[in-house]
């Protein structure tokens, strides 16, 4: 097992939690309860273990009680589907995974109805979950949620085609996609859903907005990757910059370790030229008052994820390794094998998922 000094992440931006976390709580896990997503005790205790809550109130702490429980609903629903294929042996078969995801992908497509036949418990939940979100939405929204949830789905896909092929990631390939992996980018956009208005597509797509969308996105995945590393060690998964870095560089996992940290306050001191320039940025777009209002809380809201999610990460237990060591012996499935729904056919462009290719 790896061993390493936690290193001190550079993150001067201010924490917050939510003060709604308890309610939200309990709506989470009535949901998860009513979908079917936690049918064992082990389930129930990795979810417990996980914290999809306490995550939630960092990730939107100044949401309604309404839209903190709906994000923690969709938390939970996509660390059930992370910890499946990413430790339950599906990353071992790509085309399982392949097809699992482009079942994933029917759903937002609104290939796949709620109550559809033969459906598994997650196209279920994720059905119910989209068309309670999607609701009253406008349809430029709607394509950027997909969009960026599109791209952390097709990323079970990338990394299990790798993991098949014996095959390993450059660093610089690796950081590009990382960002979308770690889901950060579909978070951020829930918060349109209370902001004064949705963001228009021009003050979403800006330069210093994506900028500093995508510096918050891989600041909290390479934080992510280094509290992660001893369980991913463990169970052989190869995606983790930390072990990256230690093979192009051949120094020792503490050496990769602290070059995280290094790439971690870069991404922190980009974040904060971004968010000087969006305000220039937003002059020259001539944005009304309410749509400046909408682009300044939702950089507001990127800034509070980058500290909150470093407490977030200091605080769970999900990513310990007690229950891998507890586990039979080559057997780290924490859930029933139920992500494989019956075979259905896959629609043109989703087979192998999207790859590599930033959105």
Known sequence: ?????????????????????????????????????????RARARLRATGADLSGAHVWPRASLSLLTLGCRWLALCFRI????????????PEVCAAVIAELHRVLDGGVAQD?????????ALSALWQETSADTPQHWQDAFIRHFGAFLDSYATEAALKSKGSALYLQEYLRWRRFSVGMPWLFDLVELELPCFLPARVRECAPMRQLRYAAAL??????????????????YPCNSVLIIAREQGCSVQQAVDAVADLVAGQARTFITARAELDQELDRLAVTAGERAAAAAYADTCAVNIRGQIAWHSQVMRYGIEDLRS??????ASYPDDLIGPAREVRSGHERGRGLKAP
């Not at 992370?82 to 078969?93: F, N, P």
């Open 219 to 236: 600041h909290i995945a390479l934080v992510n990757d280094v509290y992660s590393l001893k369980r991913e060690s463990l169970v052989g």
């Open 327 to 332: 586990a039979p012996p080559g057997d780290f």
């Open 82 to 93: 992370d910890d499946q294929l990413d430790e339950d042996h599906q990353g071992d078969r």
């Open 116 to 124: 559809e036949k033969g459906s598994s418990v997650v196209v279920r």
């Open 1 to 41: 097992m790896v061993e390493f000094r936690m290193p001190e992440f550079h993150a001067p931006f201010p924490l917050e939690c939510s003060p709604h976390l308890a309610e939200a709580s309990r709506g989470m896990w009535g949901w998860a309860e009513l979908m079917g997503l936690v049918p064992t005790e």
